[in-house]
Nanobody
């Protein structure tokens, strides 16, 4: 099982990025896909999760509501995180993860992460 994140980078405050998570080695259409982030010196934070059963997105971090959108494309086993109006406090390593259901806590499978830096 492999989850590979891409799309991170350096962006100015107010800018946008779209992260991708490509899944292989599992029938990802049957798994919920979540996005997490971890900033230096802080605990990992669960941002959002999208269900496998109905494609509904759940947003757990109040700080991203209205700015981030989670989506998925089962045809190519990929999940996305569209991030708009980025702020310096969004700087972190972003991870995607897969689990049978959306929930708080540990997921079964994890990617290696992609760095997002928001700075002028």
């Amino acid at each position: 099982v492999q989850l590979v994140e891409s799309g991170g980078g350096l962006v100015q405050p107010g800018g946008s990025l779209r992260l991708s998570c490509a899944a292989s080695g599992l029938a990802s259409q049957y798994y919920a896909l979540g996005w997490f982030r971890q900033a230096p010196g802080k605990e990992r934070e669960e941002i959002a999760c999208i269900s496998a059963t109905d494609g509904k997105g759940y947003y757990y971090a109040d700080s991203v509501k209205g700015r981030f959108t989670i989506s998925r494309n089962n045809a190519d086993n990929t999940a996305y995180l569209q991030m708009n109006n980025l702020k310096p406090e969004d700087t972190a390593v972003y991870f995607c993860a897969a689990d049978p259901e959306c929930h708080f806590g540990e997921f079964d499978y994890w990617g290696q992460g992609t760095q997002v830096t928001v700075s002028s």
